[in-house]
């Protein structure tokens, strides 16, 4: 008999969906299985059953801190043509009242659809169930921005104790992934938000991490927006702002070797002849002729050019 690898264990997690993390009646206290019947009743605890909204608290474990508008206008115009498809997730509470675990989206698009109920399904779960939901719920459904990812892997690791294996295993994502989440919060809370607000990208922030000291960190970060630096090229200046002696070496300018007069007038008559620029690299009769050409157009005349057309 062979043993799951930890990896299939954890894109099993993953795949299962939502029922695979909560709690299932205990077989030995269930009722031996009966004959299906039409109308025969299910559990509580199984069966969605209608809820009042204005009954369900929101979910004080949310990871998630932003819900586009738009998106949620367009849920809501499908709950009014079609109802909700999928049930939400609550708990109930000692006071009557019950607290969302998983579908703050359905449940707010639903009081903007007018809706006075929603279907739900309860279930028994404690508060670090619940978190795990949360976060798997959202990973399953759509993208957290990074910051909001960062957040709920800290919650869970203060709150509850998990290590950052438990972590893996638990939402199925990548124990290293994990990790850089999670020094996400050692930003200043400036690029922070620039993070959250999709300004600056979670390689952008791994690479300002690097840097020490929350001025240092936000002026890299504003030269990395203001000249739209990629992720390759931001981690480029943090390297020569953390080491400006060895970027100054590397600045140093390498003397250009002298082009031969009769490669340069070929270089020349080719250029004249595509319309384009031409480079030649000439080593001792051996080297590479290199076209460049700014848009789709230019490519498509160049073929043609080559093609005898």
């Known amino acids: 008999m062979t043993t799951a690898s930890a990896p299939d264990m954890k894109r099993r997690a993953l795949g299962k969906g939502l029922d695979s993390l909560l709690p299932r009646a205990n077989a030995a206290t269930t009722a031996p299985a009966q004959p299906a019947r039409a109308a025969a009743p299910e559990p509580e605890t199984g069966k969605p059953r209608e809820i009042p909204v204005e009954l369900i608290d929101p979910n004080p474990f949310q990871t998630r801190t932003t819900f586009d508008e738009s998106q949620l206008e367009e849920l809501a115009a499908s709950i009014k043509a079609n109802g909700v498809v999928q049930p939400i997730l609550v708990r109930p509470r000692a006071d009557g009242r019950f607290q969302l675990i998983a579908g703050e989206r359905r449940l707010r698009a639903s009081k903007l659809a007018g809706k006075a109920t929603i279907p739900a399904v309860l279930r028994q779960v404690s508060d670090e169930q619940t ?158 002729v290199i076209i460049e050409y700014a848009k789709l157009e230019d490519f498509d005349g160049l073929l043609e050019r080559l093609a005898g057309k």
Do not use: C, W
């Open 131 to 288: 978190v795990e939901i949360t976060i798997v719920e959202n990973l399953q459904r759509a993208d957290l921005n990074p910051m909001e990812q960062a957040h709920g892997f800290e919650r869970l690791s203060k709150e509850f104790n998990m290590t950052h294996e438990q972590i893996s295993v638990r939402t199925g994502k990548d124990r290293a992934s994990i990790s850089n989440y999670l020094r996400l919060i050692k930003l200043p809370p400036a690029i922070q938000y620039m993070v959250e607000g999709g300004i600056l990208s979670f390689g952008h922030a791994r690479a300002l991490l690097g840097l020490l000291g929350t001025d240092q960190i936000e002026q890299a970060a504003q030269r990395a927006m203001g000249l739209s630096l990629s992720v390759r090229q931001t981690e480029s200046m943090v390297a020569e702002i953390l080491n400006p002696e060895k970027a100054a070496q590397k600045k140093e300018a390498k003397p250009v070797p002298p082009v031969d007069p009769n490669v340069r007038e070929v270089q020349e008559e080719l250029q004249r002849a595509l319309g384009l620029k031409v480079t030649i690299e000439d080593r001792k009769g051996r080297g590479r």
